[in-house]
């Protein structure tokens, strides 16, 4: 009899347990500047669905990602790791085997798991990765129209635009999951907006005629570089440059570029609108937690940059939300620092699920309830040379509330550093007149020597990021 109420006891455990936990709708957008939505008044781009969700949550609009490059930063999602760390520094690496990520871990917990998108870590490998229960997936970035899908080890061909087939892969999803005991989690991985620019048939022309306003740190002239690196001055021309041969690669020129660019978005849009609605079909959109993110932010001209990979702030902020009404019943917005790695402990923490060890993200689920927390106020950027795009050299680097420091390993040139509390649009490198490696010695050392004040400045930056280094094993 005893052992009987004690299997009763320990099954209604284990019910509570399935019943707080949420369903959770995690959405992953590819290469979306930080300031890419209408909410946040953009002069052009349209984004009614998603701005619903954001102008109804929480906003954070302080989030960044530790390495502003596709493969390396969705495999610190994952992992909850740097770069340095899980050792995808570029867009080619697998994931190694048996490398902790969050979803595995949820499984642990009860959850049904389903990646559907984008995975591009591990080059031409689409098939199902652990951790998933349901997967839906394609080769490297996939095709835009008519892609070939691998749905849990068996490829189809499909037809249409690939943002709207998986917006139906993950409805669907939702759907069949929603009465089931156990609770669900959703990773939706677009593709869009990622080069090859491509919108869908229904949204070509909808941006026709925009000319793209240049930024003030476009630096067409001699003076706009000025204590700047050399490798940035040279990158101007090339693949990643604003300046780069747009006819050659089929665009035309940079304003048809961005207008590209942005009717892709156009389809992202309607598919959160699309996952929105089944959620309010079904009464289930007030309770199912959703959270918004994208891989690495955009350059569109600034510094004379287009694409990421480098430490300057259009590339490494990124748009990020919560929405999740049944515990966030007002929107907000949070000034907080809030990386990618920390996706993964949040979303375990919330989950019911404990966080391992190996994660060096924050959970922060704190922030989202509401209760009061102590939060990081700097973090370190990292960026390892890429063999395919030898333009941006290798960078380590400390993001802090009031600066942006960039050191560059392994290369002689100008270090940087901005006070973006005085110069937001980072036009002032206050490094830039260190004259470095004509005589022996660290960048430390000839800073002391030739500016003692800022040197003060730098070395404790400098101090900042070794300890923040030390502390993740980096």
């Known amino acids: 009899m005893k052992k009987v109420f004690l299997c009763w006891c320990l099954l209604l455990i284990g019910c509570s347990s399935f019943a707080q936990q949420p369903n959770i ?78 979803p595995s871990e949820l499984q642990k917990v009860g959850y049904r798991t389903a990646f559907i998108g984008k995975w591009h870590m591990g080059g031409d490998n689409d098939m199902p990765r652990p951790g998933f229960d349901h997967w839906v997936s394609f080769k490297g970035q996939g095709a835009y129209n008519n892609p070939e899908m691998n749905v849990d080890g068996t490829r189809i061909k499909e037809k ?42 229904r949204h070509q022309g909808e941006y026709h005629g ?28 090339s693949w990643h440059g604003a300046e780069r041969d747009f006819q050659a690669t089929g665009y035309g020129d940079f304003d048809n570029f961005f207008r590209l660019y942005s009717e892709a978005m156009l389809s992202v849009d309607e598919s959160i609108g699309k996952v929105t609605q089944a959620l309010e079909e079904l009464d289930a959109l007030d309770n199912t937690l959703i959270i918004y993110y994208s891989d690495n932010g955009y350059m ?7 694409d990421k990979r480098v430490m300057y702030e259009p590339s490494i902020r990124v748009p990020a939300f919560v929405h999740w009404p049944a515990v966030i019943p007002q929107p907000i917005t949070k000034k907080e620092m809030i990386l990618n790695i920390d996706l993964g402990p949040t979303i375990l923490e919330l989950a019911g699920s404990a966080i391992p060890a190996s994660m060096h993200g924050q959970s922060f689920a704190s922030l989202i309830r509401g209760e009061a927390t102590s939060w990081r106020d700097a973090f370190v950027y990292e960026y390892f040379v890429d063999p395919n795009a030898v333009q941006t ?5 400390l993001r802090t509330e009031q600066y942006s420091y960039m050191t560059y390993p392994g290369v002689w040139d100008n270090y940087e550093l901005y006070d973006l509390k005085k110069d937001p649009l980072q036009k002032d490198n206050l490094l830039g007149h260190i004259i470095y490696g004509q005589q022996y010695g660290t960048f430390l050392k000839q800073l002391q020597r030739q500016d003692s004040s800022m040197y003060v400045v730098v070395k404790e930056l400098d101090s900042q990021m070794k300890n923040i280094s030390m502390t993740n094993n980096l």
């Open 393 to 397: 050299p290798t960078i380590i680097g």
């Open 160 to 201: 249409g635009y690939t943002t709207d087939i998986l917006t139906d892969y993950a409805v669907a999803f939702i759907k069949e999951n929603h009465h089931q005991e156990a609770p669900y989690f959703l990773y939706l991985s677009h593709k869009a907006i990622h080069e090859n620019f491509t919108p869908a048939q």
């Open 300 to 306: 569109m001209g600034e510094q004379g940059l287009i």
């Open 210 to 237: 925009l000319i793209v306003p240049r930024p003030e740190t476009f630096g067409q002239l001699e003076k706009d570089y000025r204590g700047k690196p050399d490798w940035l001055k040279k990158q101007r021309n």
């Open 25 to 102: 709708v995690f959405i992953l957008i590819d290469d979306q500047r930080y300031d890419f939505l209408s909410f946040l008044n953009h002069p052009w781009i349209k984004t009614p669905h998603i701005d619903r969700l954001a102008a109804h949550g929480m906003y954070f609009e302080n989030a960044f990602v530790t390495t502003s490059l596709c493969s390396p930063s969705r495999a610190s999602i994952l992992t909850g790791q740097y770069a340095s760390t899980h050792q995808i520094m570029d867009n080619d690496t697998p994931l190694p085997t048996g490398t902790p990520t969050f």
